[in-house]
């Protein structure tokens, strides 16, 4: 399984953009995907993360009302929206998937198959 992740850039503050993550390779039916963000210097954080087959969404509280996290299953791809940015959002943010349940759907640890990362800048 392969996850490319697109649709970064720079942005700013107030502004929106919109992540892309398609999946590519054998029969793709994971368990949950995720979006995880990593800003220079610091460790690689939660995002969101989507359930493939039922759809349920969480988020980090950082994100929370601003993010948006949707998925097509018959394009294998998940998606973020990311509305009202804040410099703060500033970060590679990577695209993740599991074939497997976790209760610690938020932990780097969980998640099998990672994506190569995209920038997203927001400026003040």
């Known amino acids: 399984v392969q996850l490319q992740a697109c649709g970064g850039g720079l942005a700013q503050a107030g502004g929106s953009l919109r992540l892309s993550c398609a999946a590519s390779?054998?029969?793709?039916?994971?368990?949950?995907m995720g979006w995880f963000r990593q800003a220079p210097g610091k460790e690689r954080d939660f995002v969101a993360s989507?359930?493939?087959?039922?759809?349920?969404?969480y988020y980090a509280d950082s994100v929370k009302g601003r993010f948006t996290i949707s998925k097509d299953n018959a394009k294998n791809t998940v998606y973020l929206q990311m509305n009202s940015l804040k410099p703060e959002d500033t970060a590679v943010y990577y695209c993740a998937a599991s074939n497997y349940y976790s209760s610690s759907y938020y932990a780097v640890r969980e998640y099998e198959y990672w994506g190569q990362g995209t920038q997203v800048t927001v400026s003040s």
């Open positions: 989507i359930r493939w087959n039922s759809g349920i969404t």
């Open positions: 390779g054998r029969t793709f039916s994971p368990y949950v």
